[in-house]
């Protein structure tokens, strides 16, 4: 048998590597399917935060979006994961979506990632279609089968007595812009903003955000206490007013095995650089604590992430 000899300097770096791979942390981090607003906040955080902590790898994992998320974080799939407060409050029950599986009592706060309205898309020329009402008898996408879109989507439209009278397709955000273009759907369902899917479209052909009346805005709410009214700024998408709609709030979530010095440099990491990552995605720009509103939800803060908060004197007394 042919003996291989190692010369010391090789033995040096075979028995380096090793520990210099040891040394560098892997976060694999749930966003959503491409076109959505998580997908890209994610990818974008995975390019910025690399630069500053190099010592934590972040891996960008394409997921259904937020429900797909938290119930991956429960069973540890996920490090992290950008999570509606809707879904954590029902995690620690567990009711809703996540009725019949474990709680979610290992989800820990890093920060509010942003509000994001729940709203529905149509082509600009569609003469059909102006309300959500308009929308019975209609084809609508709901948005990925797994994501916090279906699930706002399809709350809004119990609330409206709606779901019933509409034909419901899953699909990704992407599928479902190409889908209303090209006429195989009516309309299709977003939650959060800016969305790519929809941004394109309204550069390309023009699109019609639909309205809710001050009723059904009051009748989402008292079902459904997690939204609350809000207005999305004409300033969002091309050629498309103020319109008010129910928002929801999201959360940057961690898992709590996640080591809290990890957390801590990671979060520190975002708030330095909330600047470039707001400009890779927008939504990041509404960065920001939320501690006491987190907590309320029945789930902690990451040790890491209240380290970082107590330090920089943003920790409520």
């Known amino acids: ?45 995975g390019t910025e935060l690399g630069k500053d902590v190099p010592d934590v790898n972040i891996t960008q994992v394409t997921t259904g979006g937020s429900t797909e998320n938290a119930k991956r974080l429960i069973k540890g799939e996920l490090d992290m994961g950008i999570v509606y407060g809707s879904h954590v409050y029902m995690s620690q029950a567990p009711e809703g979506p996540f009725e ?35 929308l019975a008898g209609k084809t609508v996408a ?16 119990t609330a409206l007595d709606l779901l019933g009278e509409v034909t419901p397709r899953l699909m990704t ?30 550069e390309t052909q023009g699109v019609k955000i639909l309205s809710y009346d001050a009723d059904q805005l009051a009748g989402i709410e008292e079902k459904y206490p997690f939204y609350h009214k809000g207005t999305m700024a004409e300033t969002v998408y091309t050629g498309v007013p103020a319109t008010d ?10 898992h709590e095995r996640v080591a809290d010095d990890v957390v801590q440099k990671l979060v520190a990491g975002a708030y330095a650089a909330q ?18 509103n987190f907590q309320k939800l029945g789930a902690p803060i990451h040790p890491g992430a209240e380290a970082y908060y107590r330090e920089q004197g943003l920790w409520p007394n």
């Open 275 to 292: 600047d470039r990552l707001a400009t890779g995605h927008k939504a990041w720009a509404q960065m920001k604590p939320d501690i006491e």
């Open 173 to 202: 955000f992407a599928d479902a812009g190409r889908a209303l273009a090209n006429g195989q759907v009516d309309a299709f369902c977003q939650s959060s903003a800016p969305a790519a899917a929809v941004s394109e479209l309204a």
């Open 1 to 45: 048998m042919k003996k291989t000899i190692l010369t010391a300097g090789a033995f040096a770096l075979a028995l380096a590597g090793p520990v210099a791979a040891q040394d560098k942390t892997d976060v694999a981090w749930g966003g959503s399917n491409p076109g959505g607003v998580m997908y890209y906040m994610v990818g974008v955080a």
């Open 142 to 157: 709901l948005g990925p089968p797994g994501s916090g879109t279906v699930f706002n989507c399809s709350n809004i439209l």
């Open 245 to 254: 709609m129910p928002y929801t709030t999201v959360y940057w979530v961690a």
């Open 100 to 134: 019949n599986g474990d709680k979610g009592t290992m989800l820990r706060g890093v920060a509010m990632a942003y509000e994001g309205p729940t709203y529905f898309v149509t082509l600009a020329d569609n003469d059909e279609i102006d309300t959500i009402a308009d």
